[in-house]
Nanobody, 119 residues
Framework: QIQLVESGGGLVQPGGSLRLSCETS????????MQWYRQAPGKQRELVAI????????NIADSTKGRFTMTRSNSKSAVYLQMNNLKPEDTAVYYC????????????WGQGTQVTVSS
């Protein structure tokens, strides 16, 4: 059974930092790309970052470039999203996703973790 569990969200002031974690199980983690998405209230889910199986991280959302960094630990089957200089517009539920990691090449999602940036 594939499981993805996000953690590390919370309430932070503008300019602050958070580090999200996504621990996974149930698939061969080292073989798959991983992604972070976010969904703000009333908006569509947005791709934030993607990382290859070898660890090349790419920030996708222009609004996060230079502030967010995605990394992975293949030994721990986990991915991380380091978020610096947070802004109120970063407020969202953040989800991790394993790309095509299922038996039938389906992708799987975690349950999400809430990030709120507010003074």
């Amino acid at each position: 059974q594939i499981q993805l569990v996000e953690s590390g969200g919370g309430l932070v002031q503008p300019g602050g930092s958070l580090r999200l974690s996504c621990e996974t199980s149930g698939f061969t983690f080292v073989n798959y790309k991983m992604q972070w998405y976010r969904q703000a209230p009333g908006k569509q889910r947005e791709l934030v970052a993607i990382i290859s199986d070898r660890g090349g991280g790419i920030n996708i959302a222009d609004s996060t470039k230079g502030r967010f960094t995605m990394t992975r630990s293949n030994s721990k089957s986990a991915v991380y999203l380091q978020m610096n200089n947070l802004k109120p517009e970063d407020t969202a539920v953040y989800y991790c996703r394993c790309l095509m990691c299922g038996r039938n090449n389906e992708s799987h999602w975690g349950q999400g973790t809430q990030v709120t940036v507010s003074s």
